[in-house]
T-cell receptor
Framework: EAGVTQFPSHSVIEKGQTVTLRCDPI?????LYWYRRVMGKEIKFLLH????????ESGMPNNRFLAERTGGTYSTLKVQPAELEDSGVYFC?????????????FGQGTRLTVV | DAKTTQPNSMESNEEEPVHLPCNHS???????IHWYRQLPSQGPEYVIH???SNVNNRMASLAIAEDRKSSTLILHRATLRDAAVYYC?????????????FGQGTELSVKP
């Protein structure tokens, strides 16, 4: 079974540019999450999709961040325009929907550097 | 979200047991106790979780205090590949899934 896949693994962009991160969850996983770790800080929750619907987007830092999950499969996280403080590692995770808690599987992350 | 307290770092010798403590005095009745770990340059990885009873799996054991205000992750024989940051996380669960709130975690180093 393929794991959670994130593209690209690294991205270096200039301040003011746009970057789109992609996450391919494990097939059949309805839950998809985005997290990020900025320099020296803890891993922070950004948002949660159930299929194509946003279940919880309380962690999104501001309106420069836009997440989509059209068709309930892969998800994209767009940062427009990027700022220096957006630098960090962005993780995607997925889990099955169920009546009990299910394990979340994380991708390797995308390291974003804004210069 | 309820918070957890863990030591910043711990050291272990290879092939010896490791006990990683976690305090969660404000845990609620619906909170599950989860442990994840993050190896260098990788995403977090699920280790184990429990609610009230002690749990065992192929990776580790989870010992939960009777009052549920603390728990201990037990690695029975540490290997060099177990060097990682270990996170103790409390999370409630609804039928739509649940987010994880990460703290600083415990950085475990394993000496040969």
């Amino acid at each position: 079974e393929a794991g959670v896949t994130q593209f690209p693994s690294h991205s270096v962009i200039e301040k003011g540019q746009t970057v789109t991160l992609r996450c391919d969850p494990i097939s059949g996983h309805d839950n998809l999450y985005w997290y990020r770790r900025v320099m020296g800080k803890e891993i922070k929750f950004l948002l949660h999709f159930v299929k194509e619907s946003k279940q919880d987007e309380s962690g999104m830092p501001n309106n420069r961040f836009l997440a989509e999950r059209t068709g309930g499969t892969y998800s994209t996280l767009k940062v427009q325009p990027a700022e220096l403080e957006d630098s960090g590692v962005y993780f995607c995770a997925s889990s099955r929907k169920g009546t009990q808690w299910t394990e979340a599987f994380f991708g390797q992350g995308t390291r974003l550097t804004v210069v | 979200d309820a918070k957890t307290t863990q030591p910043n770092s711990m050291e272990s010798n290879e092939e010896e047991p490791v006990h990683l403590p976690c305090n969660h005095s404000t845990i609620s009745g619906t909170d599950y106790i989860h442990w994840y770990r993050q190896l260098p340059s990788q995403g977090p990885e699920y280790v184990i979780h429990g609610l009230t009873s002690n749990v065992n799996n192929r990776m580790a054991s989870l010992a939960i205090a009777e009052d549920r205000k603390s728990s201990t992750l037990i690695l029975h024989r540490a290997t060099l590949r177990d060097a990682a940051v270990y996170y103790c996380i409390l999370a409630s669960y609804g039928n739509q899934g649940g987010k994880l709130i990460f703290g600083q975690g415990t950085e475990l180093s394993v000496k040969p």
